[in-house]
């Protein structure tokens, strides 16, 4: 039997802190974590998805740490992202939204590495997204925006159904 979605999602962060960084066992502890001058990286927070996790979201941008990531767990569907896309209108902040599996790590780590503001992920276990035409996989990376370069990536395989569905529409 699999690990529960946090579990798995916290397992996945441990391995990608490398000694930079904290996990906490709530959003309070990580958000106070953060604003500590002694805080060294991000202070992290792994939650279940649930009826108040949109205010969550708003009251930790509130603080305004830079230091300060949480992680979003979604074991069932329909797994609303708007949590995540949310946590892009406060700027400067790494967003992300990503299956549950090996590609995940990836996202943890460009979002520990994200040091110029607060990091939001939501990840979903693939039963939670399964046939969800909604659920779309992304990264926004705010450097990039700077860098003038993709800053909002969508995964190459929703890239491809996306511009797919795009041009069967406009051949009608």
């Known amino acids: 039997m699999a690990a529960p979605p946090g579990e798995q999602a ?13 996990v906490h066992k709530t959003l309070k502890a990580a958000i106070d974590a953060s604003m500590s001058e002694t805080a060294q990286g991000k202070q992290w ?7 108040n996790t949109l205010r969550e979201v708003h ?11 949480v992680i979003f767990a979604a074991e069932k569907g329909p797994v609303s992202q708007i ?20 590609s995940a790590s990836a996202v943890i780590q460009e979002a520990t590495a994200f040091t110029d503001g607060s990091s939001f992920i939501l990840l979903a276990t693939p039963a ?8 779309t996989p992304f990264t926004y990376d705010p450097r990039r925006e700077a860098a003038a370069s993709a800053h909002f990536n969508l995964t190459a395989q929703m890239f491809a159904k996306r511009l ?9």
């Open 83 to 102: 949590e995540v896309l949310r946590a892009m209108e406060y700027g400067g902040v790494f967003c992300a939204a990503a299956e549950l599996n090996s």
């Open 164 to 172: 797919k569905d795009f041009w069967l529409v406009r051949a009608f």
């Open 59 to 69: 009251e930790a941008l509130k603080q305004g740490s830079k230091n300060l990531g």
């Open 128 to 135: 939670a997204i399964q046939g969800d035409e909604k659920w």
């Open 45 to 51: 927070a792994v939650l279940p998805i649930g009826d």
């Open 10 to 22: 916290l397992g996945l962060l441990r391995s990608s802190l490398k000694g930079s960084g904290e």
